[in-house]
């Protein structure tokens, strides 16, 4: 028997009742439309315990929820508003596949290895979610990471951590602080609400549902102090048009803390290279087509990449950008997903017994020649994520990506960037990435943007040459009345910027006028080998990523770098 129940989301869902000995998993006490009478004592505790502690009932809403009037205002004026300078900018990747996924091979130490000698700071591991991976997998790959951790503890910093399937929707990245419970936490989260697991992942609302109450099971696991923290991103969020645009919103709504981002870029960027020498497939693996548990809103251009971008990043005034005009903070990222790597010549141990060992066998040489088929890039050979961090560790790092002090790049773009806004002429840092500057009303203002040039030749063994540079200006209208909506109309392509004869140390300087109207501002460059006008139209965006074709899309031959935002709201 079902019935229908108001859900803290702002949307009815059908969900099931059964009784609380059926109940016997800890996420009942996090559904509010169980009624205390049907919770078992140790249930009622731990809802007691999370009401206590602010993360279910009017507290949650009220930290976690935009107010319909004040929208932006009251979610962004609670955030860092005049950043410091002098951040560590530490790059990374959060999605990294090993010997413990299903579909991958390399051992922990490799991926680290790769990471340390193509310069990356830090990394994630995320085997895939699964019966095996829960069974054993969580706690086989524990030691290997262990070891890892000391063996380049003065070089990069690794996370455990896995990729979700998301209960109703794709696939995200979940990875906590190091410490004493990580496998547990991760163990019991993959285990109650993994969607391959539980069998949740087709597109109902009673599977979105257990999403949300995945991400209230690690919001509860910081409050209660069994982990240091937890973060989640969602993973290549259009690629089978599974992440619905109220799915997004209900995410990051739901537990801002928690819920930060998505990949603005997929990995798996050598997928499409052209054969002979690459799979000829699609950057990122970006070549389906919908199915019935894709939301029927997104266009036959979300299913490709653009520059190799996710759409809903590359589209100017798109989902993306609705998001910041409401003023959410929702940031990008970008990784390898490295599975298996582009010109390799390893392969699974022939005896290898996945679903029994929980792991493949250490990698053997195959004797036949470099892997042309393969559509990944080892972690920092190409795509990077670039966190402000104010200490070099695993809490300065999180607190970055919270923070949204992040700026992404492919093919080693550039060597350093500096974004801020701050009052004309002034001699203060002002606001950085993911910051808000709150600027009295008809003060002057001006955007500054210092950056590196490339300067030593990437893995593609070319030096990257930048030729342009964005700003996308939005204005900040408060919370969408759809929470499908795909568009913020108000979004456009304000200054470019000439920068193919510049090189070495260089600073831009564009005057913001005076403005009294909350808006954010963004940036995106490229090397300007490909482009072509948004999908809003020239008006909107004159020169942006040219969608990407299938079978012929070398990643080398079209690099691009995004920021995440920062905002701007006049004092009243």
């Not at 070891?147 to 003065?154: G, M, Q, V, Y």
């Not at 005034?317 to 010549?345: C, Y």
């Not at 593609?460 to 540079?469: D, S």
Request: no cysteine; net charge negative; aromatic share 8%.
């Amino acid at each position: 028997m079902s019935q229908d129940h108001p859900h803290a989301d702002g949307h009815d869902h059908e969900h099931p009742h059964t009784s609380a000995h059926d109940r016997g998993d800890p996420s009942a006490a996090l559904d509010l439309n169980v009624p205390d009478a049907e919770l078992s004592p140790g249930q009622l505790a731990r809802r007691a315990f999370l009401r206590r502690a602010g993360v279910i009932g009017a507290g949650a809403a009220a930290a976690t929820l935009l107010p319909p009037a004040t929208g932006a205002a009251a979610e962004l004026g609670t955030r860092n508003r005049e950043s410091r300078a002098g951040y560590q900018w530490l790059a990374g990747d959060h999605h990294t596949h090993t010997q413990y996924s299903s579909d991958g091979q390399y051992r922990v130490v490799d991926h680290v290895q790769h990471a340390a000698a193509y310069g990356l700071d830090w990394m994630v591991v995320t085997d895939h979610g699964s019966e095996t991976h829960a069974k054993i997998g969580l706690e086989q790959v524990n030691p290997d990471i262990r070891a890892a951790r000391s063996a380049f503890e003065d070089n990069v910093l690794v996370f455990q951590g896995l990729e979700w399937n998301i209960p109703a929707a794709e696939h995200g990245t979940v990875f906590v602080h190091p410490g004493h419970n990580e496998v547990a936490v991760l163990k019991e989260f993959e285990n109650l609400f993994d969607g391959s697991v539980n069998a949740t992942s087709d597109n109902t609302p009673a599977n979105e549902l257990k999403a949300l109450q995945g991400l209230d099971f690690l919001a509860t696991s910081i409050t209660s102090r069994r982990v240091e923290d937890a973060l989640f991103l969602a993973n290549h969020p259009a690629r089978r048009g599974m992440d619905s645009p109220h799915e997004v919103r209900n995410w990051r709504d739901r537990q801002p803390h928690i819920a930060i981002g998505m990949e603005g870029a997929p990995g798996h960027q050598a997928a499409g290279i052209p054969k002979p020498d690459g799979a000829g497939a699609g950057r990122g693996f970006y070549d389906n087509s919908p199915t019935v548990n894709s939301f029927p809103g997104y266009p036959p251009e979300s299913y490709v990449t653009w520059g190799g971008f996710d759409w809903m990043t590359a589209t100017v005034g798109g989902l993306w950008d609705g998001l910041l005009a409401e003023g959410k903070p929702w940031w990008i990222t970008a990784n390898s997903d490295s599975h298996s790597v582009w010109l390799d010549q390893v392969t699974h141990d022939a005896g290898s017994g996945f679903a029994t060992e929980g792991r493949y066998r250490d990698p053997v040489h195959t004797g036949t020649g470099p892997n042309v088929t393969a559509g990944d890039f080892w972690p920092g050979y190409y795509s990077r994520t670039h966190v402000g961090a104010d200490r070099n560790s695993y809490a300065g790092v999180m607190d970055g990506l919270r923070a949204g002090r992040v700026w992404v790049d492919h093919g080693r773009l550039l060597d350093a960037l500096d974004v801020r806004v701050r009052a004309t002429g002034s001699s203060e840092a002002g606001a950085t990435l993911g910051s808000v500057l709150q600027p009295p009303p008809g003060r002057r203002l001006e955007l500054v943007i210092t950056f590196e040039t490339a300067s030593l030749p990437n893995w593609g063994q070319f030096v990257a040459a930048l030729a342009k540079i964005d700003v996308i200006h939005g204005a900040v209208t408060g919370t969408a009345a759809d929470r499908d909506t795909l568009s913020a109309p108000n979004t456009r392509v304000v200054k470019t910027f000439d920068v193919t004869r510049k090189t070495g140390h260089i600073r831009l300087t564009y005057d913001l006028g005076t403005m009294d109207a909350p808006f954010y501002l963004r940036l995106r460059g490229s090397d300007g080998k490909r482009s072509q006008v948004g999908l809003s139209g020239a008006a909107v965006d004159p020169a942006g990523p040219a969608m990407d074709v299938l079978g012929n899309a070398d990643p080398w031959g079209d690099l691009w770098f995004y920021t995440n935002p920062i905002w701007v709201l006049p004092k009243r």
